[in-house]
Every structure is written in C-alpha cells, then in structure tokens.
C-alpha cells in the first residue's frame, strides 16, 4: 500500500513552491525602491536559476518594523510565485543563487527584512552580508 | 510529496525559519492554484486540451451532484481568469492529490486503515442482507 501511494507522488515535477515579495518602499517606508528594476531581477534569477516564475500585479501590504519601535511600513509588493522540484531546491548551487539575490535585494533596496515561502514555510532574511552560505 | 529539508534550505538562504504559512483561500489561493495548473498542464503533441503529461492512468467515479456542480463552478471561475482552461474533473484530479500530499506520512496509514474498515463493514452488511443461494 505504501509503494502505491508513493507511486502518487512522481519525481521530477514542479511542486515545491517558493514565493517571493519584491517591496515598493525602502525601510523607512517614505522612500520609493526601483521596483521595476527589482522584478526584472527577480525574472531574470527565478528563469536562470529554477526555470521560471509567475509575477503578480501589485499588491497593498503593510510590515511592522519591531526594531524602528513598531513602525508601521505600507508597502505595495509585487509577488511572485516559483514552481521548481524538490531536487532543485535542496540544490546547494541554486539555493546560494536564490540567497545572494535576497541578501543584494535587501542590502541596496535598504530592507528591514526580505520574506520568501518554500514550500509552506516562511522564511526571513535579515541579515544582508555579501557572500555564500555554507551548510 | 517528499518532506523539504528546511533546516538546510534555511541555513543554505542564510534565514531564519519563522513558521508555517499556508494559502488555501481568497485571492492568492485562487492565484495558487490557478498559476499550480498553469505550471503543469500541457497542450498533448497530438492536439487536444491541455492536461497534465503525467495523468496517464483514466478511472469511472462516482459523485454527487452538488460535487460536481462545485467542481464545475470552480473550474469555470479559474478559466474565465483567462490563465488556463481546466475541466471540471481535471480540477477533482488536482484536489484530490493536493489532499493526498497534506496527509503526513504518519497520518497515512491510519487513514487507509478506517478506510478499509469502513469498506469492511459495508462489505459484511451487504453479504448479510444477500440471501443465501442454492
């Protein structure tokens, strides 16, 4: 019974989810980021690096920033969402790729944090230092 | 679905695991779900409507008719989006594995055990109520 519900589950396919939120707004919520430049960015890393990528029109969000006392961040994100497969997202090479990119996103849009969903968990990306991770 | 190693993929990211996050409803669960057929559905090399390649099995089942009438309204709001046309039973398909997927390993067995003790039970109350032959 085991085997044939494993047999449900083919390998291979796009069914890991990875989303990914490109802000409008710097930090301090006033200045505006190139979001344009941004998503072509996103485009051009989610094609190169997973295969391809749904882009979302802009969305109305908001960020608490608990280090600026609660600040209220409003912000117009626009989302994307990656389809790719479980081989390529526990790829060392890619996931460095998809790291860089957030780690460059927040460092010169000047984020409090960068948000990413893999698979149906959120992760946060505060810390912006150049260079790869190592596992 | 095979479980993600997200203790490596968050360290790998250099990020801080912050929680569960789902989106089964409202607009980004439509846009899920829309852009999830979207990503696997293919136009056949012989024509015909796009399906998923790896479909290759076709099976007879039975439903109830508000079943199908919720199917057949679903499926007309993801179409008329324009993103990609999906058949009423196509959408059931993709349902039915997503169910399949959020079902952890562990809650599996047990669930095909109450099925095939449901199953059991039916079984012997019908046997009980065909009368004997010969």
Not at chain 1, 77 to 101: A, N, S
Not at chain 1, 102 to 116: F, H, I
Not at chain 2, 26 to 33: S, T
Not at chain 2, 82 to 108: N, T
């Amino acid at each position: 019974m085991t085997n044939q519900l494993k047999s449900w589950f083919q390998q291979g396919r796009k069914t890991v989810l990875v989303v990914l939120f490109i802000p409008s707004k710097e930090r301090d919520g006033v200045t505006d980021v190139n979001q344009d430049y941004w998503v072509n960015e996103a485009l051009e890393m989610f094609g190169r690096v997973f295969g391809g990528a749904t882009a979302y029109p802009r969305a109305k969000g908001v960020w608490r920033d608990d280090e600026m006392q609660g600040k209220l961040v409003m912000d117009e994100p626009v989302v994307f969402h990656c389809y790719t497969t479980h081989e390529d997202i526990h790829d060392d090479d890619k996931l460095d790729q998809l790291g860089i990119f957030c780690r460059r996103l927040g460092r010169e849009a000047k984020q409090g944090e960068v948000g990413l969903i893999v698979g149906n968990e959120y992760l946060a990306i505060t810390d912006f230092s150049e260079g790869d991770r190592e596992s | 679905m095979k479980k993600l190693k997200m203790e490596k993929i968050a360290k790998r990211l250099g990020a801080e695991r912050r929680g569960k996050a789902t989106a089964h409803s409202g607009y980004f669960g439509a846009a899920q779900l829309a852009e999830d057929i979207s990503a696997r559905f293919k136009v056949p090399a012989s024509g015909g409507r796009s399906t998923d390649p790896s479909w290759d099995k076709k099976r007879l089942v039975p439903l109830a008719s508000d079943t199908l009438k919720s199917l057949e309204k679903l499926s007309k709001e993801i179409s008329r989006d324009g993103l990609v046309r999906v058949e009423p039973m196509q959408l059931a398909a993709i349902v039915l594995e997503k169910f399949l997927e959020s079902v952890k390993e562990s809650d599996r067995k047990t669930l095909i055990d109450r099925a095939l003790q449901t199953l059991d039970a039916e079984s012997s109350e019908e046997d009980m109520e065909t009368p004997a032959s010969g």
